[in-house]
């Protein structure tokens, strides 16, 4: 077998014990690759470095871009090879970066957690004859499954009995949420809506304040109408499968016109679990 395809092979072996490994899930970011000027591999997926005499530092895990869970060991997986190709068996492969002041590894197999954050990976080598060879990678990402940004909207709609008729006008409006990389803050965008009713339209504005309690959420949505009048709702809801679901239930008073019960939801997708912080 290969090196590179052993080394493939070990790296499924930490992903099969619960290790954090290299996410396919999500297209990568190319703005998020670091070229540090040592040499890059042939088929994008790693960072090496090669020596006057042809030694090469392949780093093989993490690669550049890939995202990895608060809390799960994160693999550091690098290969050493001779002019021909051939593994060596120099050791003392060191892993560092400058977002935390403590070394990551001193192996060319070693493993670390990492708080949340973005990260440059390093792997440095000193070889005889060569110096030090240096490979990196860039955009290491390390953060809560919920991280990212969704997109959906917020519905909300009334009971109306108005004359005899029953009415269910529903004020529909976009909604963009983003999780931060902690999965501790979401944040909503303001957004508006429209409330048709018969004859009258009432241009509405709404707000959300929400707290995540890992992927339980909780908060109130309050809507504005015509800048004149405002109403509050309670809701509760959960992240599951990359999707935000919550509702409330209330009465919506618009002052010399209707007192109606009112239901809504809110539901958004994830649309990338790329954030900045």
Request: charged residues 20%; negative net charge; glycine residues 10%.
């Amino acid at each position: 077998m290969h090196a590179r395809e052993i080394l493939r092979w070990l790296c499924g072996a930490f992903c099969l014990t619960g290790a954090a490994c290299t996410s396919d899930e999500w297209p990568a970011d190319p703005a998020d690759y670091i070229d540090d000027g040592a040499g890059s591999s042939d088929d994008g997926d790693d960072d090496a470095a090669m020596g006057v005499s042809g030694t090469q530092l392949r780093i093989f895990e993490p690669e550049s871009a890939s995202i990895h869970f608060i809390g799960e060991p994160l693999p550091l997986i690098a290969e050493v090879t001779d002019a021909s190709g051939a593994p060596t068996t120099m050791t003392g492969v060191r892993w560092g970066t400058d977002a935390v002041d403590y070394a990551l590894g001193s192996d060319a197999m070693s493993e670390v957690t990492l708080p949340a954050g973005i990260y440059d990976i390093t792997a440095q080598l000193e070889v005889p004859g060569d110096g030090r060879l240096s490979a990196s990678v860039g955009g290491v990402r390390v953060q809560s499954p919920n991280t990212g940004v969704y997109a959906g909207e917020i519905a909300m709609t009334l009971e109306v009995d108005l004359q005899g008729m029953s009415l269910a006008p529903v004020c529909r409006g976009a909604m963009a949420v983003t999780i931060d990389m902690k999965g501790e803050t979401l944040t909503a965008e303001p957004g508006e809506c429209t409330l048709d009713l018969l004859l009258f339209s009432f241009p509405a504005a709404f707000e959300v304040d929400a707290t995540l309690y890992g992927n339980a959420v909780s908060g109130e949505v309050t809507y504005t109408f015509a800048g004149l009048f405002s109403s509050s709702f309670q809701f509760e809801g959960t992240l599951f499968d990359d999707t935000l679901f919550a509702g409330f239930v209330g009465e919506l008073a618009i002052p010399l016109i209707l007192t109606a019960p009112a239901n809504g939801t809110l539901v958004a997708a994830k649309l990338s679990p790329y954030v900045d912080r």
